[in-house]
């Protein structure tokens, strides 16, 4: 059993959990929307005395913060106890492609040219992750919602918005990839 | 301790997202490079799985463990902002591989590089706040 918990998981396996993860929500009479934390995350900190997007019933949304804690929880579990040391079975092409752009394929998860401690020493670095993250912070409040929102819980109920909005993401993640990275990078 | 099955909820949730290799930053690049099936097949799999138990709560009126009709509120009908928020929305999750939820998961990996990443997506999450009322929705 821990031995196959330890090996990467099969797609197959991997989409039937995450179901499972959005059932279990719904059961707990929640629905499965992770970036609605990052709207309750400021309103944590005062935004809602400033504008009044931020000014909402937040203590609605605190199981929701349980869960990222849970989630942070999780990483940490998987990568330390549940690992195995073989290398991320990437594609060779990627591999390749990546070595292109500069980026190398170091076997883990993320690289850590872009994610270690070490690599926030360059300025940068420091201003992609910020400006990257900017973008999905102000993209996903925008489009009401992010992977799970809308791609899981949206298409799930067969809502056309959120087949809208994940044509959405392919269009921004595909001029990033193709037009923009070779030039950022 | 009402929250400890959201945690628990929670950390199941990061444990497949990182067995399952989607917090990747490298499996990102190779989906929008369309060089493997793997991401894919997650997500058409919890989708295909999803759509069938989303029919079959409605269909058989199942309730919740507190004994309420699970309900599906109907996303607004609009088209503008689920494509011009969702486009941005995607080049942050090519640029960083993380969309809202491995940012946290990949954080507990301890990807030192995801905290400044967070900070970028409060920041974002704070200026649409601002800004929400002069854009086209």
């Known amino acids: 059993m821990i031995d196959f918990i330890k090996q990467p998981w099969p797609w197959y396996f991997s989409g039937t959990m995450i179901a499972m993860i959005m059932l279990i929500l719904l059961f707990f009479g929640k629905s499965f929307g992770f970036s609605s934390n990052l709207r309750t995350m400021c309103s944590l900190a005062g935004a809602g005395k400033r504008v009044k997007f931020f000014d909402f019933r937040w203590k609605d949304q605190i199981w929701n913060l349980m869960f990222l804690l849970g989630s942070v929880l999780g990483g940490f579990i998987a990568t330390n106890f549940l690992n195995e040391p073989a290398p991320l079975q990437l594609s060779a092409a990627t591999i390749a492609d990546l070595k292109q752009l500069g980026v190398k394929f170091d076997g883990g998860l993320n690289p850590s040219d872009l994610f270690s401690l070490e690599a926030m020493k360059d300025f940068k670095t420091l201003v992609i992750l910020l400006f990257g993250g900017l973008l999905v912070g102000f993209g996903s409040r925008y489009a009401g919602g992010c992977t799970s929102g809308h791609a899981i819980s949206g298409l799930s109920n067969l809502q056309i918005p959120s087949l809208i909005a994940v044509i959405g993401f392919f269009i921004g993640g595909l001029i990033m990839t193709f037009l923009l990275m070779p030039f950022i990078f | ?137």
Request: hydrophobic share 50%; proline share 3%.
């Open chain 2, 1 to 137: 301790m009402k929250f400890i099955k959201y945690i628990i909820a929670g950390t199941f949730f990061g444990i497949i997202m990182t067995k399952s290799e989607a917090v990747s930053w490298y499996r990102i690049q190779e989906m929008f490079r369309f060089q493997s099936f793997h991401m894919y097949g997650i997500i058409g799999t919890a989708v295909l799985l999803g759509v069938i138990a989303v029919y079959s709560i409605k269909k058989f009126k199942i309730k919740d463990i507190a004994g309420n009709p699970i309900v599906f509120l109907n996303k607004d009908k609009a088209y503008r902002k689920y494509l011009i928020g969702g486009a941005i929305f995607g080049l942050g999750w090519a640029l960083t591989g993380a969309c809202p939820g491995p940012m946290f998961v990949n954080l507990g990996s301890g990807y030192a590089g995801m905290a400044v990443v967070i900070l970028g997506a409060l920041l974002g999450t704070y200026l649409y706040g601002v800004a929400k009322n002069k854009l086209p929705h």
